[in-house]
C-alpha cells in the first residue's frame, strides 16, 4: 500500500497495528447490542402497546436516524468540502 506521507511507515503495517483494537471494539459493540436488544425485544414482544414498547421503539428510532446523522456528516465534509 506504500509509505505515510505522515509517519514515514509502511501504511499496511499501520492498519495492522490498529486492528486488534478496532477488532475488541466491534466485538464488544456488538456484544452489547445483543446483550441488551435481546431481552428488551422479547419484553417488547410479550408487551406489545405498552409504554415499555412504546419508550423502546422511540429510543429505537432516536438511534436509528442518529446513526446516520453522526455517519453522514463527517463523510460529507470530508468528501465534498
Do not use: H, W
Not at 419484553?43 to 442518529?66: K, P, V
Amino acid at each position: 500500500m506504500g509509505n505515510s506521507y505522515i509517519t514515514k511507515s509502511s501504511v499496511t503495517r499501520e492498519i495492522l497495528s490498529r486492528a486488534g483494537a478496532t477488532v475488541r471494539l466491534a466485538f464488544t459493540a456488538i456484544l452489547f447490542a445483543v446483550l441488551l436488544g435481546v431481552p428488551i425485544g422479547i419484553i417488547c414482544a410479550r408487551r406489545q402497546y405498552s409504554i415499555f414498547d412504546n419508550i423502546a421503539m422511540i429510543f429505537a428510532l432516536i438511534g436509528y436516524i442518529n446513526a446516520g446523522i453522526l455517519a453522514g456528516t463527517p463523510a460529507y465534509y470530508a468528501f465534498l468540502c
